[in-house]
């Protein structure tokens, strides 16, 4: 049996009948941008996901960009984020023409340390990025509070955390507004590329509507803002309102595989366990482990051999890529950025993983540590 890190291909076919409904439907209907499964997909997002506005689009990255050039954000400003994330996180402030601003993760959510946001601050910050990452929300409150003392902006990561809670309130609602990313793997995936940037203030939804199509507002053909082509196809937005169905459902079953992976792996030596933090619900989009003393490479390595396939999320902070090395993106020390690009290693996870194939994953791993495979540890 060999056991993927993630599959869409079983979440397409666990809805394949309605999904090619919805697919023939969108072909018959000759309508294949912006038409009524986008519209009826963005009013029922917005209210799973408890926003008033929802703005979809062709990418998580682009949802991103769409939510902070709405915000103003544009070149000579900064945006302070973390470097432990995809690097569309950053990828988004610059296609801004804004400057990133990188601050250290806290160790325990691997998320971004609040406490490193005041020596990240200059007179060019004008807006902030936490990044839900793994589908565990980053510590907010204090987050909000350094941006209301301040007057920044707020735009939250959510591409990874559909669902996920803080303090009893959903992740994408903090903030001026927040992006989704529906890539075919993120917990509610479609069969391409996909997003959506949401928003309480019916301005900021106006204009994001408007810059991801020329900047039109009210007339085709004449650009009101200086907007680009941001669209997401209306096959895509079928398929996704399928998905959404179930979006809950899913979340609960990749809890229940976190639950399973936590009450086996327990004690298990060299091997760091991902925790919820106080006061947050995470949604499991990776169930990521922590390997000490540089043994990662060799345990992924032990993994594939008994058939187990498994992801680095993410090997190289973006401060270190090769792309962004030369530019000097960290504010202070990356300590614990570092440390979890050495250590981390994701597990399968998706919601179709079966008990028994959770069971296997912890039992080759096991087998493995047991082995001596760590013995350095
Ligand atoms: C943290 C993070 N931000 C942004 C993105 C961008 O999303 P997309 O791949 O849909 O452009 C991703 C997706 O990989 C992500 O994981």
Request: glycine residues 10%; hydrophobic residues 40%; aromatic residues 6%.
């Amino acid at each position: 049996m060999n056991i993927p890190q993630a599959n869409p291909l079983a979440s397409y076919q666990e809805n394949a009948a309605a999904i090619d409904a919805a697919i023939a439907r969108v072909l018959a209907g000759g309508r294949y941008l912006l038409g009524p499964e986008t519209e009826a997909f963005e009013a029922e997002f917005a209210a799973w996901a408890g926003a008033r506005e929802c703005v979809s689009a062709g990418s998580g990255t682009e949802a991103l960009h769409l939510a902070l050039r709405a915000c103003g954000v544009g070149p000579g400003d900064e945006v302070i984020t973390v470097s432990h994330t995809a690097v569309a996180t950053v990828s988004a402030v610059e296609l801004c023409g804004a400057r990133p601003v990188l601050v250290d993760i806290e160790p325990g959510s691997m998320n971004m340390d609040p406490a490193r946001l005041d020596g990240a601050r200059t007179a060019r910050t004008r807006a902030v990025v936490p990044v839900h990452l793994y589908g565990q929300a980053a510590d907010l409150a204090p987050v909000v509070e350094f941006c209301r003392r301040h007057g920044l902006r707020l735009v939250e990561d959510c591409t990874q955390a559909h669902g996920a809670l803080y303090e009893g309130k959903a992740v994408g609602t903090f903030g001026d507004a927040a992006a989704f990313s529906f890539y075919p793997t993120k917990n509610l995936g479609a069969l391409g590329d996909g997003g959506a940037a949401t928003t309480g203030d019916p301005a900021l939804g106006e204009t994001m509507r408007a810059l991801r199509q020329y900047g039109w507002r009210g007339r085709r053909y004449v650009s009101e803002d200086a907007g680009w082509n941001g669209r997401m196809d209306e096959l895509q937005a079928a398929v996704l309102r399928v998905k959404l169905r179930t979006l809950d459902a899913d979340n609960d079953r990749r809890r229940a595989i976190a639950v399973q992976y936590a009450q086996t792996l327990v004690g298990l030596r060299g091997i760091s366990l991902p925790t919820e933090q106080p006061g947050r619900r995470s949604v499991w989009h990776q169930y990521v482990v922590r390997c000490a003393n540089g043994t990662r490479d060799a345990v992924a390595a032990g993994l594939l051999a008994g058939g187990v396939q498994t992801l680095v999320h993410y090997p190289v902070p973006i401060h270190l890529q090769p792309a962004y090395a030369a530019r000097g993106l960290s504010a202070g020390p990356m300590t614990e950025t570092e440390r979890a690009a050495a250590e981390v290693l994701s597990l399968p996870i998706f919601p179709q993983l079966a008990p028994e194939a959770v069971a296997r994953v912890c039992e080759v791993l096991a087998r493995f540590q047991k082995s001596g495979g760590c013995s350095e540890m």
